[in-house]
């Protein structure tokens, strides 16, 4: 079967059945293995499992981003590849706001 196809067979690509969740850095970094691989770019995470054998660029070079923020490598390479389109199916969710510590005075003083 080629990618379309499978991306169109209705299977659960993400193992989360459709929905969508945030996403920790903590998290992230906790799927990069090949079968239980996630790769964020701009701040969608993508389970890319089950395309690392359709990846025209080999499962290693896909590796070299596993649980991680893949989207330097994957612009450095081919910024104009559609990903949004071809992993639609692998959608797990968006990356949490990290909470920023703010430099200024507390707000209640
Ligand atoms: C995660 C989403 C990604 C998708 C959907 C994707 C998709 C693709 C596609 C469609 C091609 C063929 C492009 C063409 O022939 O014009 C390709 C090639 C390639 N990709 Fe990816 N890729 C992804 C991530 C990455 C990452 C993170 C890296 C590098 C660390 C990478 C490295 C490569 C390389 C080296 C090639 C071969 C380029 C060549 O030989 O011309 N890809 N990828």
Redesign the pocket.
Same mark, same amino acid.
């Given at each position: 079967m080629d990618w379309i196809r499978l991306t169109k067979s209705g299977k659960d690509l993400t193992g989360l059945k459709g929905r969508l969740i945030e996403v920790t850095e903590e998290e992230l970094k906790n799927h990069n293995k090949k079968d239980d691989c996630w790769?964020c770019?701009r701040g969608f995470v /993508?389970n890319?499992s089950p395309?690392m054998e359709y990846?025209? %660029?080999g499962e290693d070079?896909?590796m070299?981003?596993a649980g991680s923020d %893949?989207t330097d490598?994957?612009d450095q390479?081919?910024r104009w590849?559609n /990903?949004e389109s071809?992993?639609k199916e692998c959608l797990v969710g968006r990356m949490a706001v990290k909470p920023t510590i703010s430099k200024g005075k507390p707000w209640h003083l």
């Open positions: 790769i770019i /993508y890319v395309y990846h025209p %660029g070079e896909l070299r981003a %893949g490598l994957f390479v081919h590849v /990903y071809m992993l």
